[in-house]
């Protein structure tokens, strides 16, 4: 079973450069999740979708971050106008069903400098 | 609210040894809990996860977590530590009351990172 996928999976930009990542999760996955994990820390959750409908965006910067998830299947996070502070790796991440129960899992993820 | 820690930064055991990584959650109801592991330029790994039941829970490449309701505990545990174990290992907490119709966002602790040296 194909795993999720992510590109790019390196990125350098400049400060208020505009940038995009996509996602393919797992084939049959409704649930697609977008995690930011800063270095020496844990992913956090910036945004989840249940098909094509947001279930929770509560901690995303949205004056700077958006995402879609077009046709309930890939998906794009972009950043406009990206800060040093947004250098971080981007992870993706799909699971199964609704069940609270179950697991995600997780892309290599982008690494995106900021620089 | 609901969080996790992961106590150590760091852990380090001889291969062949038994190795523990800590784990203590905080959440408004009865947790669903789970362990990941990330290799250098890798994604998050699924482990091993806790709903409800025994108490000891196996998951992949011979780790096991043990779930300890007094304690607020979810200890990651392997009895012989392999070279290959080396790796940086998150424990994550879902609080099923807390989830707003939703799945459920998976809170993650900051991370142990695990040296198994020969």
């Known amino acids: 079973e194909a795993g999720v996928a992510q590109s790019p999976r390196y990125k350098i930009i400049e400060k208020r450069q505009s940038v995009a990542f996509w996602c393919n999760p797992i084939?049959?996955?409704?649930?697609l999740y977008w995690y930011q994990q800063i270095l020496g820390q844990g992913p956090k959750l910036l945004i989840q979708f249940q098909n094509n409908g947001v279930v929770d965006d509560s901690q995303l910067p949205k004056d700077r971050f958006s995402a879609e998830r077009l046709k309930g299947v890939d998906s794009t996070l972009k950043i406009q106008p990206a800060k040093l502070e947004d250098s971080a790796v981007y992870l993706c991440?799909?699971?199964f069903g609704k069940g609270k129960n179950t697991e995600a899992f997780f892309g290599q993820g982008t690494r995106l400098t900021v620089v | 609210a609901q969080s996790v820690a992961q106590p150590e930064d760091q852990v380090n055991v001889a291969e062949g040894n038994p190795l523990t990584v800590k784990c203590t959650y905080s959440?408004?109801?009865?947790?669903?809990l789970f362990w990941y592991v990330q290799y250098p330029n890798r994604g998050l790994q699924f482990l091993l996860k806790y709903i409800t039941g025994d108490n000891l829970v196996k998951g992949s490449y011979g780790f096991e977590a043990e779930f300890n309701k007094s304690q607020t505990s979810f200890h990651l545990k392997k009895p012989s530590a392999l070279v290959s174990d080396s790796a940086l290992y998150f424990c994550a907490v879902r609080d099923p009351l807390n989830y707003g119709g939703s799945q459920g966002n998976l809170i993650f602790g900051k991370g142990t990172k695990l040296s198994v040296k020969p």
């Open positions: 991440a799909s699971s």
């Open positions: 959440v408004s109801g009865n947790p669903y």
């Open positions: 084939s049959g996955h409704a649930t």
